[in-house]
């Protein structure tokens, strides 16, 4: 990694430990305040991939990815959503040359955005929105971010369109992760006049989300495992430390040295040329071992570590929330078999 | 060999599912998750309806198996009210069980039972609360207690405190004693603790005593003998905390099977198919190694080994159950109670000795078996 990328993972890191660990309940409480988002957007983070223009830092795929990483570490709520302010709305609105100054209000942190891609996750639909060539009505179950006041959904034609007004977001669902976003349903009956259409496809779009996943899934990993070396270097049982009992340090060790060279991978291959499948197959193991990690961090900590004042509990949920979020497990490994063995395969 | 369960507890465990499916309803589950309230009224009805029978054990363990099977929050709160009971049946005198263990029983007080410290979790020897004798033959208890269960709600709780100082490093664990304190009693201060992952609906607290005043005829037993109570109750307990596990591992089966039952295009995917049936085979499992446990501790010959092999592996069980469920069901999981199954889950690797402890428990005693001292 160039001295460039090193000094953005320490001033990532600073900020992180400066501006979100001192706020985390609040976070996973209330929401991301407001003061956060104007903090994250003075740093350009809330822009993160957005031209300088329009207010944002222009990242390359390794400055993102560290980014990510290094939030994630802290709060992966705050990460997911520069995620999906970021590799999700600002990349599709980019698309459309003439509503380009959107950007500008995301960045700057007085808008939200949200990107509906649920019903690309199950086999289930998740409600959908129909176009009748007049008007955009239906009701939309799992989005993440529903409070936000700028919406991409697709119709019941698999076209895409922003929407400013003309949405209500309903109760909320029980939380598993990720709780610093707003999780429900949104109905939407909007005239197809005050739509947008962009030109978004969708499978691109999710192709480009791997290596993102990946940064937030290995910051998880990061910030569970970091709380609990510093955890076992403290508490006692049975006279000793708990660092020195065999299986908790060997444990710890092996999940070092795993973290270790996965973003080692992820470094290398968001500097070198493009490779799709790589990215896939980084966010794959990527995603198991940020669930696994954080489990053994929650064990680590005993009772404590199911309390959420000790902060580690969120690491196990959010974890597993991002699984489900991640992508489509069984398509995407149809994908990566089919790779794999050049030719149509895992499909039966 | 005999692999079934006697008739009339068939039949109870088809009348706890009816209730759990019955009463246990989204609203319910929901609410008290959310607000971190104990539900009273569930656990009046469970009690009214002669859902929680503590005289027949095999009775109490299908129950616990189908109302944690529904929701582990108000199933754990509909029996846990007598939590601790089983010390004062096997080591409490005949005043101690009229004054205190009856009135349990007949679900008018609620029991806790105190061990837990903040330094001494999983090393129950570690613990520093004392009770001190005084000249007119009352103890003076100090000390603090963590994670208690029913510890904001109980009308009295079951302590474990030091009598004495330890002899020696080895011999840590001798020196403690037991006794019943009255939550009302001068001294007595409980803290509700708040924001646990999942289990909300249960009440957990810390303790705090002070200069407590504790009667001679509320020591439990004899002194000194403590820790060895404890263990004897955890032989006991543990096995009901793999039933909970079983009951949350087939909760998330139950919820994976129903999706498959409704969506052919999940159910048509072998890897789908291959998870199911990994997953019931680990959940027969663990029932099988808790009945074989259960059914040598209802025979009053308890064997550690198979009673600390049935909790930990029906706890990862029941973790691996609800991690799996939730993994493959996606966003349907994640809006579904099989989200809070999944938060729940995880308590069960941790309380009643954790998975470490229950390997250490499997090593030491299994060698001891093997001949190896």
């Known amino acids: 990694m160039d001295e460039e990328h090193r000094v953005l993972e320490s001033v990532v890191g600073e900020f992180a430990t400066k501006e979100i660990e001192p706020i985390n309940k609040q976070i996973e409480l209330e929401g991301i305040p407001i003061d956060l988002k104007k903090k994250l957007s003075a740093q350009g983070f809330l822009g993160a991939l957005a031209p300088y223009e329009l207010g944002g830092a222009s990242l390359d795929r390794l400055g993102y990815s560290i980014l990510l990483k290094q939030l994630a570490s802290a709060s992966p709520s705050v990460a997911f959503y520069i995620f999906l302010q970021n590799s999700l709305v600002i990349k599709s609105i980019l698309l459309e040359d003439d509503i380009r100054e959107k950007v500008m209000s995301i960045s700057s942190g007085n808008s939200s955005g949200t990107f509906y891609y649920s019903n690309k996750l199950n086999f289930l639909d998740y409600g959908g929105v129909v176009n009748d060539g007049r008007m955009l009505r239906g009701t939309l179950n799992a989005v993440i971010n529903s409070d936000a006041n700028i919406f991409i959904i697709p119709d019941n034609n698999g076209r895409f369109y922003l929407l400013e007004n003309g949405y209500s977001a309903l109760d909320e669902h029980e939380k598993l992760g990720l709780r610093g976003l707003r999780f429900s349903p949104v109905r939407f009956e909007v005239d197809i006049g005050n739509a947008v259409e962009l030109p978004v496809n969708i499978d691109e779009i999710l192709d480009d989300i791997h290596l993102p996943i990946s940064s937030i899934a290995l910051g998880i990993a990061q910030g569970a495992l970091n709380k609990a070396i510093e955890y076992a270097k403290e508490r006692s049982a049975f006279l000793h430390k708990l660092k020195d009992f065999q299986p908790l340090a060997f444990g710890m060790a092996q999940a070092y040295s795993q973290l270790d060279i996965l973003k080692e991978y992820m470094v290398n291959i968001a500097q070198g040329e493009r490779d799709i499948n790589k990215e896939l197959m980084l966010k794959i193991v990527s995603i198991d071992f940020a669930r696994e990690v954080s489990k053994l961090a929650l064990q680590v900590h005993g009772g404590y570590g199911y309390l959420m004042d000790f902060g580690i509990e969120k690491y196990y949920r959010d974890a597993m929330f991002l699984s489900i979020l991640g992508g489509n497990h069984i398509d995407e490994k149809i994908k990566l078999s089919s790779t794999i063995f050049q030719e149509k395969a895992g499909w039966i | ?373």
């Open chain 2, 1 to 373: 060999m005999d692999f079934t369960l006697p008739e009339e507890i068939e039949e109870k465990r088809k009348k706890v599912r009816e209730f759990a499916l019955r009463e246990f309803t989204e609203e319910r589950k929901r609410y008290y998750d959310e607000n971190e309230k104990y539900p009273f009224d569930i656990r009046k009805m469970a009690y009214e309806q002669g859902i929680v029978n503590f005289s027949n054990p095999w009775d109490l363990l299908v129950t616990i198996e189908e109302l944690c099977r529904v929701d582990p929050g108000l199933g754990i709160s509909s029996f846990v009210y007598a939590f601790g009971s089983e010390i004062l049946m096997l080591f409490g005198s005949d005043e101690q069980k009229k004054k205190y263990l009856e009135p349990v029983q007949r679900g008018e007080k609620i029991m806790g039972f105190a061990v837990t410290e903040p330094v001494a979790g999983s090393d129950v020897a570690g613990i520093a609360s004392k009770m001190e004798r005084q000249p007119d033959g009352s103890y003076v208890l100090n000390g603090s207690k963590m994670f208690i269960t029913n510890g904001s709600i109980a009308d009295y709780v079951l302590v474990l405190a030091r009598t004495g100082p330890p002899p020696s490093e080895e011999k840590r664990h001798h020196n403690m004693s037991m006794a019943i304190v009255e939550m009302k009693w001068p001294g007595v201060s409980a803290n509700k603790l708040r924001g646990k992952m999942g289990v909300r609906a249960t009440d957990t607290a810390e303790l705090v005593f002070e200069n407590v005043r504790i009667p001679p005829e509320n020591i439990i037993g004899e002194i000194g003998k403590g820790f060895y109570y404890v263990m004897t109750f955890f032989n006991i307990t543990r096995i009901y905390v793999a039933a909970m596990s079983i009951g949350i591992a087939q909760g998330a089966l139950d919820m994976i099977v129903e999706k498959a039952k409704k969506d052919r295009r999940f159910s048509s995917q072998e890897s789908i198919q291959f998870t199911i049936a990994e997953m019931a085979t680990r959940v027969d499992a663990a029932r099988l190694l808790t009945y074989r446990a259960a059914s040598l501790l209802f025979q009053f010959n308890p064997d550690p080994v198979f009673t600390s092999m049935a909790k930990y592996f029906a706890a990862e069980t029941a973790t691996y159950a609800a991690e799996t469920a939730l993994k493959v069901t996606g966003l349907d999981g994640a809006v579904t109670s099989l989200e809070r199954l999944f938060r729940d889950s995880k308590i069960m690797e941790i309380w009643e000795g954790s998975s470490e402890i229950e390997k250490l428990v499997i090593y030491r005693m299994f060698m001891k078996k093997m001949g190896v001292e």
